[in-house]
């Protein structure tokens, strides 16, 4: 899976098909844009 610090639309769509076609698709995906606690920055 390809890792960055910033993710453009067209990185996160292929990262989602990948996904997708690997796993399978989700019941739900989750779309807000509130920060999680299991949000991390960018380390590196």
Avoid: E, W
């Avoid at 098909?17 to 698709?25: H, M, R, V």
Wanted: net charge positive; charged share 25%; glycine share 12%.
């Amino acid at each position: 899976m390809r890792i960055k610090c910033k993710l453009n639309s067209t990185d996160v769509v292929g990262a989602l098909t990948d996904l997708f076609i690997l796993l399978g698709p989700t019941d739900f995906i989750r779309s807000d844009k509130r920060p999680t606690s299991g949000t991390f920055g960018c380390l590196g």
